[in-house]
Nanobody, 119 residues
Framework: HVQLVESGGGEVQVGGSLRLSCAAT????????MAWFRQVPGSEREAIAV???????SYRGSVKGRFTISKEDAKNPLYLQMNRLRPDDTAMYYC??????????????WGQGTQVTVS
């Protein structure tokens, strides 16, 4: 079992930057596909950045070129560097881990979320 804890959210001005962190505890000896999702009230949770167990990353179009997902190894946190933030980036951001090689729509583990507000 894995526990995920996000941090780094907050309020930022348009055009600013934030870095989210996701610390994992528990069964971190194996590799997972990891991702950042976000959700706004009334909408579905959507994956915005994924990094698979090989270190290959992919992004939703709306954040590509502005956000960077990174993870050094299984023991270090997952990060999401967010630059040139826009009001439509305002959402609750969630870290997720999946035991599958690729991220699924319903990952095995979720963090509790961290709020990002851009105004």
């Amino acid at each position: 079992h894995v526990q995920l804890v996000e941090s780094g959210g907050g309020e930022v001005q348009v055009g600013g930057s934030l870095r989210l962190s996701c610390a994992a505890t528990g069964s971190t000896g194996r590799t997972y596909c990891m991702a950042w999702f976000r959700q706004v009230p009334g909408s579905e949770r959507e994956a915005i950045a994924v990094i698979d167990s090989s270190g290959v990353s992919s992004y939703r179009g709306s954040v590509k070129g502005r956000f960077t997902i990174s993870k050094e190894d299984a023991k270090n946190p997952l990060y999401l560097q967010m630059n040139r933030l826009r009001p439509d980036d305002t959402a609750m951001y969630y870290c997720a881990a999946d035991k599958n090689p690729r991220m699924t729509a319903i990952p095995d583990y979720w963090g509790q979320g961290t709020q990002v507000t851009v105004s």
